[in-house]
């Protein structure tokens, strides 16, 4: 059975940094995509970040160059530094594994999902 398990979220002032981290179980960590995604209220949840089983990397336009993504595959854990941080970026953070090695920016690409975390950035 896999399992993703978030955490990290928290309150942070604008500018700030935050680390969130997922880790999984259940599942050959090393051999799928992984990805993050967001959701804030009243809105549909959205890609944020993902990265491959090469260790590839892809962003959305609005968080390029503030956060990164990256994976340990001997912790069966991936991880998004956030800096930088904006008010819009309040939201419940979601980690997702994807369906295969790829790594999508859809949200019908991934198969399993963690609880969410949220990360709330005051101004």
């Known amino acids: 059975q896999v399992q993703l398990v978030e955490s990290g979220g928290g309150l942070v002032q604008a500018g700030g940094s935050r680390r969130l981290s997922c880790a999984a179980s259940?599942?050959?960590?090393?051999?799928?995509?992984m990805g993050w995604f967001r959701q804030a209220p009243g809105k549909e949840r959205e890609f944020v970040a993902a990265?491959?089983?090469?260790?590839?990397?892809y962003y959305t336009d609005s968080v390029k160059g503030r956060f990164t993504i990256s994976r340990d595959n001997a912790k069966n854990t991936v991880y998004l530094q956030m800096n930088s941080l904006k008010p819009e970026d309040t939201a419940v953070y979601y980690c997702?594994?994807?369906?295969?090695?790829?790594?999508?920016?859809?949200?019908?690409?991934?198969?399993?999902w963690g609880q969410g975390t949220q990360v709330t950035v005051s101004s």
């Open positions: 259940g599942v050959t960590f090393s051999s799928y995509g």
């Open positions: 990265i491959r089983w090469t260790g590839s990397t």
């Open positions: 997702a594994k994807a369906r295969n090695s790829l790594a999508t920016t859809a949200v019908g690409g991934y198969d399993y």
